[in-house]
């Protein structure tokens, strides 16, 4: 099971983002009100990986998850999944496309 971090504040995101610079990291956008974005929640909590992992309730953290569609110019949606590193996404999905096997495989090509 992934251990995660929740993400409340911009502060916080930007400093996850400085630490992808020194290795990569795992980031979940969260809807708590969407059906898909609970199943897509479950791939990511069920996940098993040593990659520092962190979730932003898209809702409750608005200004947080516009911050995180500004730094890395991918387009919200939610849910979302992103693979950073070195300040970038260099990995991204969502909705369906968010699985274990899939974030799997990106984070063993990172």
Do not use: G
């Amino acid at each position: 099971m992934t251990n995660y971090k929740e993400i409340t504040t911009i502060p916080e995101w930007e400093n996850v983002l400085q630490q992808s610079k020194d290795k990569p990291v795992l980031v979940f956008k969260h809807s708590t009100t969407c059906p898909i974005s609970a199943a897509a929640y479950s791939e990511f909590t069920a996940l098993e990986t040593n990659v520092d992992a962190y979730l932003v309730k898209v809702i409750e953290s608005r200004p947080v998850s516009n911050e995180i569609e500004s730094n890395l110019s991918i387009q919200h949606q939610s849910p979302q999944a992103f693979v950073i590193s070195n300040e970038h996404a260099v990995w991204n999905a969502s909705h369906r496309n968010i699985t274990q096997d899939n974030i799997t495989k990106a984070l063993s090509e990172v």
